[in-house]
């Protein structure tokens, strides 16, 4: 059977209003990108316009070509250039497994509104709530920073483990003292983590503690399953430049065990040891974890 990618980054999105017209289609990849700006519509959907120097975030998708819904306001979109309206086209759609060729829909019109914060529409009417579940995989899953920077009486809501399914943890960001946590796809693999119920003071905090507006770190919405099975949209922080795996610094390491061990499976938390132990390398953690294995010391 014959099948074409395609890339949706409105209604069509997971958990949006319109995403039953892609009950035939088969998700590639959850956290998929393109070039191009996004901008509010007159309608529920964004607008998507090409742009060398701009990231869309959405979703990608594999489609029999019959069954292919039309994005944007689903009303007539032209096979290219338009004049004044949507047009679909062809273009690279960038993924943590690679890059495909993938239809897109895009707007030309002489009308658009304002641009859509992080061009990513999940995040954006995610945000328009007034609290939020806040998936955390690495060092906010620990609470010293939160005590040391007075901010913890705002994460004292911890609604408990969260389990991110088709993803993997990654040490992608580099510093100059080492790695800091990240998420990638990973189909057969999970990522587990801590839920917490925040308010937008919280997530103001978070913003700045992530570097969102310095490029560092962007917001994403992903579906974390609780342990009575059911799975809740949460917002969670990925790396926007993503590198190669490297050692995280111990400080680091040690914020994200110490965190995760309150909270984590514990097969979780060995396959963490054992990672920085044999896999990451990171120093001095071996004699952390000898420590803690005498309790009198």
């Not at 998708?61 to 009303?75: A, K, Q």
């Not at 399914?165 to 990240?182: I, K, P, Q, V």
């Not at 059911?230 to 040690?254: G, M, R």
């Not at 990672?275 to 952390?288: A, I």
């Amino acid at each position: 059977m014959t099948t074409v990618y395609v890339f949706v980054y409105g209604s069509l999105c997971s958990g949006q209003q319109n995403h039953s017209l892609m009950d035939k289609a088969d998700l590639v990849s959850r956290q998929a990108f393109i070039k191009g700006a996004l901008y509010a519509g007159s309608s529920y959907d964004p607008l998507l316009r090409e742009d060398e120097h701009a990231w869309t975030y959405g979703e990608l998708y594999s489609i029999n070509p019959e069954f292919l819904p039309v994005p944007g306001d689903f009303e007539d979109v032209l096979p290219d250039h338009g004049d004044g309206g949507f047009y679909r086209k062809e273009a690279e759609v960038f993924t943590d497994k690679g890059s495909v060729k993938a239809e897109a829909c895009y707007w030309n019109g002489s009308e658009t509104g304002k641009s859509i914060p992080h061009n990513d529409w999940k995040v954006h009417q995610y945000l328009q709530q007034d609290s939020y579940l806040y998936f955390a995989y690495g060092s906010c899953m620990d609470d010293a920073r939160f005590i040391s920077q007075q901010v913890h009486h705002l994460f004292e809501d911890v609604k408990g483990k969260g389990s991110l399914h088709g993803f993997r943890l990654a040490f992608s960001y580099h510093l100059e003292d080492g790695s800091r946590a990240d998420i990638q796809e990973s189909e057969n693999d999970k990522v587990e983590g801590v839920l917490y119920n925040i308010n937008k003071e919280a997530l103001h905090y978070l913003f700045l503690r992530e570097g969102v507006e310095a490029a560092a770190y962007r917001p994403a919405i992903v579906p974390v399953e609780t342990d009575d099975g059911a799975v809740h949209q949460a917002v969670t922080f990925t790396v926007l430049s993503k590198k190669e795996d490297a050692p995280p610094p111990f400080h680091y390491a040690e914020e994200l065990y110490r965190g995760g061990e309150r909270y984590l499976s514990p097969e979780y938390i060995d396959a963490l040891k054992q990672r920085f132990l044999h896999d990451l390398k990171v120093q001095h953690f071996q004699e952390f974890i000898e420590k803690r294995s005498r309790p009198y010391d």
